[in-house]
C-alpha cells in the first residue's frame, strides 16, 4: 500500500515542505521555498502592507502629476486664446510679475491681458481645501484643525474687509508677512475667480468670452466630474465595485457590507446560535426563552459584555460561555443602529422605524457615499433629519469592510438562521445553506481540479503571498508526483490571524522572555542551577502565590529548585488524556498531591475526597488566568475529540486555507502545531542539520523548516494515539519512531535540500526611492524632499529641516520628549512622534522639508531628481590582449572588471526594451557572468566541493554572498564563516538556478 501525504509547514516567508508515503515509511522528497514577506516593516517591527507604502507614494506622485497636467493644460488653453505668449522667453518674462499684486488690482482696474493671463495661470497653481467627506472622516482630527486656521484666515479677510484672498495675500506681502503655505480654501478661489472675471470681461469682452471662462471654470457636475473646468475640474472619487471580491454562493454578487443590517443581522443570530453555556462543567444551549432575551438584549445595543449578558439572562458569575475564551469579552449587538440612534442624529426615535425602513436608509447611505448630497437631499427631504443632524449624519463613517456573502445569500439564508439553525453542518442534519438552497462548502468546492487555481483574496496580506507560493509548489510538486493523497498544513501563529493579533502575540512573547530572563536572574543571584526546567518551575511557583496547586503547602525556593525536590510539574489536565502540554495545562505541586491525584482531573479526583478541598482548592485557583483555571472544573471530553481539535485548527484563516487547497481532490488537514516541536524532541530530530562546519545555528538554518513539514505530514490520528500512550506510560525512554531509520533517512534527505529562494525579477515598484528631491537655490548639489516628520530617527537629521520655524518645533518638541536635540548624533524611536508635532494654530506638521547634500541624483523630469537607489545587477567580464588572450593579474588569474546596473539603469532598459544583461563590453572584453541579488552560484570556498551561495549584496566594490541555507539577517556581519565577500577577480564559481522544488541546473550565463 502506498499513501502520499504532503506536509507544508507556513512561515511568513518560507514554506517548508515534504512529501511522504506514511504506509511504506519513506521521504519522496522535502525543500524549503524562501520568499519575500508580504508586509514592510516599520522600525518598531510594526507591519504596513506593501500595497498601501506603494498608494501612498503612488497617491503623492499622483497628485504632483496632475497638479503639472492642470498648468500645462491651462497653459495651453490661453496660449489657444491668445492671451499667453508663446514663446519661452516671453512666457519667462510673464512669471516674474508679481501675481498678488495684480490679483489686486484687477479687481478694480484695467489688467493688460498677459497680467490677466499671470492672474489665472497663479490661480491654477494653488486651489486650496476643499472638503471631501470621505478622506475627511479617515483624519478627522487634522481636518479640525485645517478648518480652524482656514477660519483664522476667513476671519482676518473680513476684519480688514478685503474683498478677495488674493487682496488680503497682496497686503500682508507688503506688510512682510510670508503667505506661502497657508491653508486656504477652494472657495476662496471661486469667489476671487468670478470678482476678477467680471471686471475683466468688461475691459476685453472680445476674448474673455462666456466660452473660454467654462473651459477654464464651470461648475456644472457631470457623471465623472464634481466641478468642470481646467482650473477647478475635480473628478469624482469612486470606488471600483470590481475590485471587491465576490460571494462564494452568488458569483455574481459582490459581497455585502458589514455595515449593513442585514449583514449584522447575520452574524448576530449566528453567534447566538452557536452560544454555549458552560455551568459546573457541563455545556449546554439557550433555553428558547434565554435565546428570546438575548436576541432583544443585543439588538439594542452596540455590544454587550459576558458579564452584562449573565446579568440579563439571571446567571451565576461562575457560569462562562464558550465564546469566551481568550481576550474575547463582549457579544457584538448592532452596531450601525447604535450609531444612527446616536442623540445628535437620529436620536432613539431610530429604533422604532420599520426594520424595512432602517435597511433601506442604510443602504442608501452606504451606495451613495460619494455623493453626500444626495444623502443630505433625502435626510431633510424624507426622512426628517434636521440640518444639524444631516451634517452629523454625514459625518459617519459606515464603511468597515465586506462580509463573507452577498446582501442576496444573506437574504436567503437569514430566515433559517432566525430559526436557529446552524449555517452549516458537516452531516446532513438541518443547516441553513441546504435549507436555502445552497450546497455545503466542501461539497461546493469540490468542483476539483488537477491544479491549485488562483487562491481567494484573504484579507491578511502575509497569508496571500504565502498562498501564492504554496499554489505555484504544490503545482509543481503534482506535474512531479501527481495529486498526493493527503496534505497537511500547519501555519505559524505569525501568519495567521489579523495584524494586531499578531503584533498582540509579539509583544506577549517578548513579555516572556522578559519574565523568563528576570526568573534567570532570580537563579543565578541564589545560586541555583539556570535550567528550562528551572525557569518553568519559578513562574509557576510564581504565579500559584508560592503553594501547591493542590493543597495549601507552601513552598520555599530551597523544595523547588533543589535537584533531588520534592516538588513536581503536573498537567491539570491529564497529557495522555488531552495532549495538552501547553502552559496553561501546567501547575507545580508537592509529590504526595501528584500521587495521588494520578490521571484523573481535578473534577474526577477532588469531590470525591471532599467537596470542601475542592471548593478550597477552586478559591486558590482564582488567581490564576482564565484557560488555566478553567481547567480545574473542565470535564474531559475522550480522547478522540482531542486528537480531532490537533488535527483541526477552527481559525478564520485556516478554515480559508483548508477550503482553498480542498479544491484538488485530496484530503486536506490544516493541524494546529501545539505538538510538533514535541514530535521534533521524542524523535530526536532537533539536532539533524549538518553545520557543514559553516557555524550557522539552527534557527538560522532555512532548512529547520523542512523538519517542520515532516513532521507535520506525519501529524495523525494514529500518531497522536501513540504519543497518548507514550504519556500514558509512567517511565519511557523513547517514543517509538514512525518507521525503522527514520532518523537517519531525514537527515539524509534534509543536508541534501538545496533552498530555493525566489529572485527579484521586478524592476518596477522599486525603480528609484520613493521620494523626489527638488533642486535648491543653495548649491549645485544640496537638494530638498519632503519627508514625514515620523521618519527622522537621529537628532543629526534635525538641522537638515530647511524651514527655521518648523525646525524649531521640532526641536521643542524632542526636548520635551526628553531628547536634546543639540546632540550630535542620537537615534529616535519612531514612537517619540506618536503624540504629533503641531503648528501653534492645531495644524499637524506631518511633513517637512529636508536638505540633503548629494553628487550622484539623476533627473527623471524638469527639476525632478531621484537618488539611484539600490543595485539590480552586475556585470563582469574578461580583459584581452590584441591577439584576444586574457590578460592575467599577477597572481596569474584572469584580470577582470564589471560593472553595476542600478535599479533605475535597468528601468530605463526595460522602458525602451532593451536587453538588461550587456554581454558586449567593448572589444577585447569577454563575457564571463551577471549576478543579481538571490541569484545562486556553486561557490568556490577552498573545499573539496563548492557551496550553493546567494548573492545577498550587491555593491560596487563586492559581491556579498551567504550559504543557501542561512535564514539570518543581511546585517549580521560578525560570522565570518559564513559570509563571503568577492570581488570581479576573486569570484570563482558557477552560476546556477534552484527551481520551486529544489532541483540545480546550470544557469545560462
Ligand atoms: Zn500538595
Not at 506593501?50 to 498648468?71: F, L
Not at 462562562?320 to 443602529?337: H, I, Q, T, W, Y
Request: charged share 30%; hydrophobic share 30%; net charge positive.
Amino acid at each position: 500500500m502506498s499513501h502520499k501525504v504532503l506536509g507544508i509547514d507556513i512561515g511568513t516567508n518560507s514554506l517548508g515542505w515534504a512529501l511522504l508515503d506514511d504506509e511504506e515509511g519513506r521521504i519522496i522528497a522535502t525543500g524549503v521555498r524562501v520568499f519575500p514577506e508580504g508586509v514592510d516593516r516599520t522600525q518598531t517591527g510594526g507591519e504596513v502592507s506593501k500595497n498601501e507604502t506603494r498608494r501612498t507614494a503612488r497617491g503623492t506622485r499622483r497628485q504632483t502629476r496632475r497638479r503639472r497636467e492642470r498648468k500645462q493644460a491651462v497653459r495651453n488653453a490661453l496660449i489657444k486664446a491668445r492671451l499667453f505668449p508663446k514663446d519661452p522667453e516671453q512666457i519667462e518674462a510673464l512669471l516674474q510679475l508679481d501675481p498678488y499684486e495684480l490679483r489686486k488690482k484687477g479687481l478694480t482696474k484695467k489688467l493688460e491681458l498677459f497680467e490677466f493671463a499671470r492672474v489665472l495661470y497663479a490661480l491654477s497653481q494653488r486651489r486650496g481645501y476643499k472638503s471631501n467627506s470621505k478622506t475627511d472622516r479617515k483624519d478627522q482630527k487634522e481636518t479640525e484643525g485645517l478648518l480652524a486656521e482656514i477660519n483664522q484666515l476667513q476671519s482676518e479677510i473680513e476684519e480688514h474687509k478685503h474683498k478677495t484672498l488674493g487682496e488680503h495675500f497682496a497686503e500682508e506681502l507688503k506688510a512682510g508677512t510670508p503667505v506661502r503655505g497657508r491653508h486656504t480654501l477652494r472657495a476662496m478661489y471661486l469667489q476671487e475667480f468670478e470678482l476678477l472675471w467680471k471686471t475683466q470681461s468688461k475691459y476685453h469682452s472680445k476674448i474673455l468670452t462666456e466660452k473660454l471662462k467654462k473651459q477654464l471654470n464651470n461648475p456644472d457636475e457631470t457623471e465623472n466630474w464634481v466641478h468642470k473646468g481646467l482650473i477647478y475640474g475635480q473628478r469624482k472619487m469612486y470606488w471600483k465595485k470590481s475590485t471587491i471580491g465576490k460571494c462564494e454562493l452568488e458569483p455574481k454578487e459582490i459581497r455585502c457590507e458589514k455595515s449593513d443590517r442585514l449583514a449584522q443581522q447575520f452574524r448576530l443570530y449566528q453567534e447566538v446560535n452557536n452560544l454555549r453555556l458552560i455551568e459546573s462543567g457541563t455545556e449546554r444551549t439557550l433555553s428558547p426563552e434565554e435565546r428570546e432575551t438575548l436576541l432583544d438584549y443585543l439588538s439594542s445595543a452596540k455590544e454587550r459584555t459576558f458579564d452584562q449578558i449573565r446579568k440579563k439572562l439571571d446567571l451565576y458569575q461562575s457560569a462562562k460561555f464558550n465564546l469566551e475564551a481568550g481576550d474575547r469579552s463582549k457579544l457584538l449587538g448592532m452596531p450601525v443602529d447604535a450609531l444612527l440612534a446616536h442623540k445628535a442624529i437620529f436620536t432613539k426615535k431610530w429604533h422604532q422605524r420599520p426594520d424595512q425602513e432602517k435597511t433601506e436608509i442604510v443602504r442608501f447611505i452606504l451606495d451613495h457615499d460619494d455623493t453626500p448630497e444626495l444623502i443630505r437631499d433625502k435626510a431633510i427631504n424624507e426622512w426628517g433629519l434636521d440640518e444639524e443632524a444631516t451634517e452629523a449624519l454625514l459625518r459617519l463613517d459606515l464603511t468597515e469592510g465586506r462580509a463573507n456573502y452577498s446582501r442576496k445569500a444573506i437574504e436567503k439564508l437569514l430566515p433559517y438562521i432566525k430559526q436557529g439553525l446552524p449555517l452549516s453542518a458537516r452531516d446532513d442534519t438541518d443547516n441553513a445553506l441546504h435549507k436555502a438552497g445552497y450546497s455545503r462548502a466542501d461539497q461546493r468546492s469540490r468542483s476539483k481540479t488537477n491544479r491549485l487555481p488562483v487562491p481567494p483574496d484573504i484579507p491578511n496580506p502575509i497569508v496571500k503571498q504565502a498562498l501564492h507560493e504554496v499554489r505555484k509548489l504544490v503545482n509543481s510538486l503534482i506535474d512531479e508526483f501527481g495529486i498526493p493523497d493527503a496534505i497537511h498544513i500547519e501555519m505559524a501563529r505569525s501568519v495567521s490571524g489579523s495584524a494586531d493579533q499578531r503584533l498582540q502575540t509579539t509583544i506577549k512573547m517578548r513579555e516572556r522572555e522578559r519574565e523568563r530572563d528576570a526568573a534567570a536572574n532570580y537563579l543565578r543571584q541564589e545560586g541555583f542551577q539556570v535550567t528550562r526546567n528551572n525557569i518553568d518551575r519559578y513562574l509557576l511557583w510564581k504565579e500559584q502565590g508560592e503553594h501547591c496547586a493542590y493543597c495549601d503547602k507552601n513552598f520555599s525556593p530551597r523544595m523547588i529548585f533543589d535537584s533531588n525536590s520534592e516538588i513536581e510539574i503536573d498537567h491539570i489536565l491529564p497529557r495522555s488524556r488531552s495532549l495538552d502540554n501547553s502552559w496553561m495545562n501546567k501547575v507545580v505541586c508537592c509529590r504526595k498531591c501528584n500521587s495521588e491525584k494520578a490521571k484523573q482531573t481535578p473534577l474526577e479526583w477532588l469531590p470525591k475526597i471532599s467537596q470542601e478541598r475542592y471548593d478550597s482548592v477552586l478559591q486558590s485557583a482564582a488567581r490564576l488566568p482564565y484557560p488555566k483555571r478553567q481547567r480545574f472544573s473542565q470535564k474531559l471530553e475522550g480522547l478522540e475529540d482531542f486528537i480531532e481539535r490537533n488535527l483541526v485548527d477552527t481559525g478564520y484563516i485556516a478554515s480559508e486555507v483548508r477550503k482553498y487547497i480542498s479544491r484538488l481532490n485530496t484530503d486536506v488537514i490544516c493541524t494546529k502545531g501545539q505538538l510538533t516541536s514535541i514530535y521534533r524532541r521524542y524523535w530526536e530530530l532537533n539536532n539533524i542539520l549538518h553545520d557543514d562546519g559553516l557555524n550557522i545555528k539552527n534557527r538560522d538554518d532555512h532548512r529547520h523548516h523542512a523538519i517542520d513539514a515532516i513532521v507535520v505530514a506525519l501529524m495523525n490520528r494514529s500518531n497522536l494515539q501513540k504519543l497518548s500512550g507514550f504519556w500514558k506510560q509512567t517511565r519511557q525512554a523513547h517514543l517509538k519512531q514512525p518507521w525503522k531509520n527514520f532518523r537517519s533517512e531525514i537527515e539524509a534527505a534534509v543536508n541534501s535540500i538545496n533552498v530555493s529562494h525566489r529572485t527579484r525579477r521586478k524592476i518596477s515598484g522599486a525603480l528609484h526611492e520613493e521620494t523626489i528631491f527638488g533642486a535648491t537655490q543653495e548649491s549645485a548639489t544640496t537638494y530638498v524632499r519632503r519627508k514625514p516628520v515620523s521618519s527622522i530617527n537621529n537628532t543629526s537629521q534635525v538641522e537638515k529641516i530647511r524651514d527655521p520655524q518648523i525646525r524649531k518645533l521640532v526641536k521643542d518638541y524632542l526636548k520635551q520628549h526628553g531628547i536634546d536635540p543639540d546632540s550630535k548624533s542620537q537615534k529616535i524611536n519612531e514612537k517619540i512622534w506618536a503624540d504629533g508635532v503641531y503648528m501653534p494654530s492645531g495644524v499637524p506638521v506631518k511633513k517637512v522639508r529636508m536638505l540633503e547634500e548629494s553628487s550622484g541624483m539623476l533627473e527623471i523630469r524638469p527639476n525632478q531628481f531621484t537618488a539611484p537607489g539600490s543595485n539590480h545587477h552586475i556585470e563582469i567580464f574578461e580583459l584581452l590582449d590584441k591577439a584576444g588572450n586574457p590578460i592575467l593579474n599577477k597572481d596569474g588569474s584572469p584580470k577582470r572588471k564589471s560593472e553595476i546596473i542600478t535599479m533605475f539603469d535597468a528601468a530605463q532598459l526595460a522602458k525602451t526594451k532593451r536587453p538588461l544583461i550587456n554581454r558586449n563590453h567593448g572589444p577585447n572584453t569577454r563575457f564571463v557572468i551577471s549576478l543579481s541579488i538571490n541569484e545562486m552560484i556553486l561557490l568556490d570556498i577552498g573545499r573539496n566541493e563548492p557551496v550553493l551561495h546567494r548573492v545577498q549584496k550587491l555593491t560596487k566594490k563586492e559581491i556579498i554572498l551567504r550559504p543557501h541555507t542561512y535564514a539570518g539577517q543581511v546585517k549580521d556581519t560578525d560570522k565570518p564563516p559564513i559570509i563571503q565577500r568577492r570581488s570581479p577577480n576573486t569570484l570563482k564559481g558557477q552560476k546556477v538556478t534552484v527551481d520551486r522544488l529544489g532541483r540545480i541546473r546550470w544557469a545560462n550565463d
